[in-house]
Nanobody, 118 residues
């Protein structure tokens, strides 16, 4: 059994910052990619940022230069530092991890709401 538990969402004013965290727990042999996706009302889920086990990162164009993804492999935790937030960043943010137990599989967190409003 694997769980991804997210934290750090909330309400912030435009231009503000938030930091999301996601910790994986359970029977884990290794974790390949970890990252964040988001879904805004009426829109498809989209990739925000990914980081692999070597620390290589990939960002959506819309967040480059504002968001930073990082991970702590010892804690099986991924972070998303979000700066200069815009109203269009408001969405439910979902943690993602590709986790190997006997075989690899993708896992998702329950989602955390980020609201950007004055």
């Amino acid at each position: 059994q694997v769980q991804l538990v997210e934290s750090g969402g909330g309400l912030v004013q435009p231009g503000g910052s938030l930091r999301l965290s996601c910790a994986a727990s359970g029977t884990i042999f290794s974790i390949n990619a970890m990252g964040w996706y988001r879904r805004a009302p009426g829109k498809e889920r989209e990739l925000v940022a990914l980081i692999n086990g070597d620390g290589n990162t990939n960002y959506a164009e819309s967040v480059k230069g504002r968001f930073t993804i990082s991970r702590d492999n010892a804690k099986n935790t991924v972070y998303l530092q979000m700066n200069s937030l815009k109203p269009e960043d408001a969405a439910v943010y979902y943690c993602y991890a590709y986790i190997r137990q006997r075989a690899g599989a993708p896992y998702w967190g329950q989602g955390t709401q980020v609201t950007v409003s004055s």
